[in-house]
């Protein structure tokens, strides 16, 4: 399932990324910017972070001040693994597999190695 992930500004003033569908946005995290030496960084917490560790809930689409134009693909990707806890493959990651060990399927071996006598 294919979901319509969406950058918004709440009446808050907060930033938040989150699945849209039915005029809701489901499992919304907050984005933080940190000052770093080299610049920016981005922070993504469950919403209701620090009393929630995890990511769920919803908000009402009438609660949305500014809906961003665009979302960045790193970011929307970012959001999914947090969400999910599932790493996402970047392309080109999987031409890299042949260089494992026994070629791109691994190498199988006998179960014997794992039980003790």
Do not use: W
Not at 18 to 43: N, R, S
Not at 60 to 77: D, G, I, R, S, T
Request: proline share 5%; hydrophobic share 40%; charged share 20%.
């Amino acid at each position: 399932m294919a979901y319509d992930i969406r950058l918004a500004k709440i009446i808050t003033g907060d930033i938040i990324l989150a699945k849209f569908q039915d005029d809701l946005y489901k499992d919304p995290a907050i984005l933080q910017t940190i000052p770093t030496e080299a610049g920016v960084q981005m922070m993504m917490l469950p919403f209701g972070y620090p009393f929630e560790q995890e990511f769920g809930g919803e908000i009402k689409a009438e609660h949305v001040l500014y809906q961003y134009k665009n979302c960045p693909e790193e970011l929307k990707n970012k959001y999914l693994e947090a969400t999910s806890n599932l790493t996402l493959a970047t392309p080109g990651t999987l031409r890299n597999l042949s260089n494992l060990a026994g070629g791109a399927g691994g190498k199988m071996g006998g179960i014997s190695g794992l039980i003790k006598k």
